[in-house]
């Protein structure tokens, strides 16, 4: 279980997700987040909207891999639209399967025998996370911290970078947000339970965040970027 929380959590890993703001770099810039306060609203928000969508289809995606092998005939599709139709923005979607793509190298370059195109030709980051997290020897529920944790790490390492601020600081930020990433992780994990069992997707999480699809939307029109999205 540690192994593959630290395997598939370290940023070190080369899925792209450092070229991702996650919406923040556009916040910056309209002076939305400006500071350590600002900055803790702005992925306290991001988790409990977005997040947890993330994380319920990451735990979905985890508990259709199964513990043994990739099914062929599983809803990947299904899942894929479902996620989708619950991203409004366009440039969001984009970065999402931009990531899961990348995502998808690295686990198949991890684990080669796996059917990895099953999940489809460019998939979203959650359900490839999910299905990795089972590759890794992980569960639902860790899946989905994974995906909870992925979705306030990434703006927060931008914002070191965007507003030059004090990294101790901002992990020591993150580290109070533990407790909300759990808590996240816990209540989609038990919506993913739920879904797989009775395979109404209504049951999962479709809360919205429009201030970052608003990020997202502009900061594709923008000419100057550090961040793909």
Known sequence: ??????????????????????????????????????????????????????????????????PYAL??????????????????????RAASRAQGRSLRRVAKAAWPTEPWPVLGVSPHHAIVLGAAATRARLDEREAAVLAATNVVNGPASAAVKLLSLDPISVTVVLAEMAGHCDQVAEEAADAARTVFADGDWDRLPCWSSVGLDVCAELHAHEEVVHFAS
């Open 1 to 66: 279980m540690g192994a593959g929380l630290l395997l598939l959590g370290d940023s070190r890993l080369p899925a792209g997700g450092y070229a991702h703001s996650g919406g923040l770099e556009n916040a910056v810039l309209r002076g939305e987040v400006h500071d350590l306060d600002t900055l803790t609203e702005f992925l306290l928000g991001k988790l409990y909207g977005t997040g947890a969508v993330q994380a319920a289809f990451a735990a979905v995606a985890a508990l259709t891999a199964g």
């Open 71 to 92: 099914p062929e005939i599983a809803p990947w599709a299904e899942l894929d639209a479902e996620l989708d139709a619950r991203t409004a923005s366009a440039p969001a």
